[in-house]
């Protein structure tokens, strides 16, 4: 294993201030990786949140935030617990019921990484990370992709239930959410080479463990981390560092991953990825 090359991002927004607040009180914690950006807003009720985006982006709604999404002439609402991937350009969304709402975007979107709280983390432009190539264009065209998570159940006949969407430049895994504590005998520490992840806290709290490979050089060495989280909250997991989470105390817990771009060796699994019929895989896979 190579050594890791930037340390991990612990944003824990119930404890921080955020980066921007809006002249109406809506508040933005902003959180990039190398090749993607999250927001997560809280936002009183009337609040609109518009864009003019150069490429697709993500919307994750909490089952309490109620929205309408808008973008190309379409609108969905939503009364949460929903996904809803939006087309480049124009969008807005108009809060229904106050609540948080969480965005992912890509790298493109360049002022919102410019003012993420760990944007001199990736000053160098994070080398060891293979960039964003788009994925082909999905199924009739660029346009509002909604999904009622409410209906969706995972296909992932292990515990962790993970409820895996793509679109042309990001991946998502909305993991069901958990009743029971995951079993500390099976964890499941791995690293991935050349991508990095970025897990989401929703709801409940959790110990993230992570432990930064040796390389020759003992005075660049890292401790591990054992880092207690609640939400919400956003922990950034450089390439090369091993790491697996456990949710903590009681009640339940929910979790979500994302990653840029999509995976191939999730979108290689039949069946795993839920809107794969929507999005194509690039040539030659």
């Given at each position: ?105 890509s790298n493109e979107a360049s002022d919102l990484a410019a003012g993420a709280k760990n944007a001199a983390v990736y000053a160098d432009g994070a080398p060891e990370v293979t960039p964003i190539t788009p994925w082909p264009d999905p199924v009739g065209g660029f346009r509002l992709r909604h999904y009622d998570l409410s209906r969706i ?133």
């Open positions: 294993m190579s050594e890791a090359l930037r340390p991990a991002t612990h944003a824990r927004h119930y404890a921080e201030p955020p980066q921007k607040t809006e002249a109406d009180g809506t508040r933005h914690w902003i959180t990039r990786a190398a090749n993607f950006v999250t927001v997560v807003s809280q936002a009183p009720e009337g609040a609109v949140l518009e864009r003019d985006n150069p490429d697709e982006y993500m919307v994750l709604l909490p089952p309490e935030t109620h929205a309408a999404i808008e973008a190309d002439g379409q609108q969905v609402e939503s009364t949460g617990n929903s996904l809803t991937i939006v087309p480049p350009g124009e969008s807005r969304i108009r809060v229904r019921m106050a609540g948080n709402i969480v965005r992912v975007f159940l995972s296909p992932d006949p292990s515990p962790l239930k993970m409820r895996v969407f793509r679109s042309t430049n990001l991946m998502i895994n909305i993991f069901m959410p958990w009743n029971t504590r995951r079993d500390e005998h099976k964890l499941s520490p791995h690293s991935h080479e050349n991508f990095e992840q970025m897990s989401l806290g929703l709801k409940g709290s959790f110990v993230h463990h992570l432990r930064y490979p040796w390389a020759p050089d003992k005075t660049r060495w890292r401790e591990d981390e054992h880092e207690r989280y609640d939400s919400p909250s956003v922990l950034v997991i450089p390439a090369r560092v091993i790491h697996t989470t456990q949710d903590v105390g009681e009640g339940s817990t929910w979790l979500v991953d994302i990653f840029a771009p999509p995976r191939m060796d999730f979108s290689s699994k039949q069946g795993f990825v839920l809107n794969a019929a929507e999005y194509p895989l690039p040539a030659g896979h």
